[in-house]
């Protein structure tokens, strides 16, 4: 899949979006190894407790049994580029070190990055466990 394809995937989550207090609406679409393409929206709730649109995404796709992931699309409107938050960046190296950042710009077209360049030193479950390493349960 493209791209392009994914960012759309992410801009029709991004309407999904419960976000009455914020109004800012994100969506997301992980594309796993095998194709498969999981969305996902933020939500948020009366207590102001949430959940954003790149770990729903992620959630889901774990949930379903996918392990292997290649690129994720960000898309928040015409805000442009929103880059994932530190809770998101984290949890997304985690399980896929490897993975490809698209965000959409607001205006059709994207930056594209790696997670590592959003999140440089993260914390590694090897700090925890050295015989761990490189599992990701």
């Known amino acids: ?4 394809t994914l960012l759309k995937k992410a801009r029709e989550a991004m309407a999904m979006a419960v976000a009455p207090s914020s109004k800012f609406q994100v ?13 996902g ?8 407790l949430g959940i954003c ?5 992620l ?5 379903e049994g996918q392990r292997s992931f290649k690129t994720i699309a960000v898309a928040c409107g015409t805000n442009g580029a929103c880059s994932p938050c530190g809770a998101c960046r984290q949890i997304l190296w985690e399980f896929a070190p490897e993975l490809e950042v698209a965000l959409d710009d607001g205006q059709g077209g994207f930056t594209l990055r790696a997670i590592a ?4 030193e993260p914390f ?7 015989a761990r390493k ?3 349960v």
């Open 134 to 136: 490189n599992r990701l």
């Open 124 to 130: 590694d479950r090897n700090k925890l466990d050295p």
């Open 59 to 63: 959630f889901k796709a774990l949930s």
């Open 27 to 39: 969506g997301a679409a992980l594309l796993c190894e095998d194709g498969t393409v999981f969305t």
């Open 41 to 48: 929206c933020n939500i948020e709730s009366p207590t102001y």
């Open 53 to 57: 649109a790149e770990r729903v995404a």
């Open 117 to 120: 360049e959003y999140f440089p």
């Open 1 to 4: 899949m493209d791209r392009n």
